[in-house]
C-alpha cells in the first residue's frame, strides 16, 4: 500500500487567488477549468539525438521516451504543478510519476501504464520500463494484464456501481493506492506521442479528461512536419513537431502553464538535457 499524496493539502496562501476561483466554483456556474495551449519546437536536434543513441546504444529509444524524460525534468523544475485535487483541496504528490497511452495489441486496445521518477532516469531507463510493459502486454502474462481481464468480465451494471463508488471515494478523500490496477493514480502527468507512422498533421488536439482525479496535466506530441523558414536571410527547411498541453485551471494559470510548456520545448530542442541525469543537474 502506498500513499501517493502528501498528508496535508496546501495552505490556501499558497493556492494562486483566481486558481481557488475555479478551485471553489459552485456546480451550477457550468465553469469550465481546463486550459490548453498549443507550440511546436524545432526537431531535427531531437531525431538527431535518438538516432545516435539507438545507433551506439543497446535498447531502441523513440520520441516517447524522450517526451516522458522531458516531462519528469519539467515537473522536477515546477513542483507546483505537480499536484492534484481532492475534493476542494489541493494536494502535492509525493514523487513525480508520469503515465503514458500505449496500444496493447493482445486485448486491441488502449492501455496506461506508469513511469516513477522520470525526473532521476536516463531515457535508456526509462525506454527499458516501458519496452518491458510492452512485452508484458503482448504476452498477457503480466499481473496488471491478469487483473484487467477479470475487470473486462464486470457485467456492465456492476462496473459502473463500482466506477461510481470508487470514483466518489477517490474524489472527495486521500486515499492509498492498493493495487496494480489503481497504481496509476501515483502520477498527475499523462503522456500521449502520437508521432507514429501513418499519423496525420496535428493542427489541433483536446485530450479528454481520464475520470481519474489524478490526471491534472496532459501533454501530446504530434508528428514531425518540414517547415520553411529563414535564417540569415535564405530559405532554410526544418522538422518540428507540435506539442499541446492540458491543464487545470484550478491547479495552474496561464502563465504557469507557459513557463511549464516553454521548458518542455526548449528541453526537447536541446536533447542534450535529457541525458542529464540528476546527479549532475
Known sequence: MKWPLVSRPLPNAEIPLYNRYYLHAPKASH???VIVMGTEFEAD???AFLQE???KGGIILTTAHALIRATGLALAQFPEMNTR???RRVYRFRDIGIRMAFFHRKANEIDLLLVTSPDKKSVEDIAGEVWRRLLE???GNGGRDRDLARMRKVP???FRQMMRFYGFLDRHFHLPAVSRLDELRGGS???NDLSHAGSPPMRSYKPSRFADGSDSINLTLGPAETKLVMRDGAPVEIRVMPLFMRADHRLADA???GRFLAAMRETLQNPERLAVTSTGQ
Do not use: C, E, S
Request: aromatic share 12%; net charge positive.
Open 156 to 158: 456492465a451494471f456492476w
Open 137 to 139: 502486454a503482448a504476452r
Open 45 to 47: 536536434a531531437l531525431l
Open 189 to 191: 502527468a499523462m503522456v
Open 85 to 87: 485535487v481532492v475534493g
Open 31 to 33: 465553469v469550465d477549468p
Open 53 to 55: 543513441k539507438n545507433r
Open 255 to 257: 502563465y504557469q502553464i
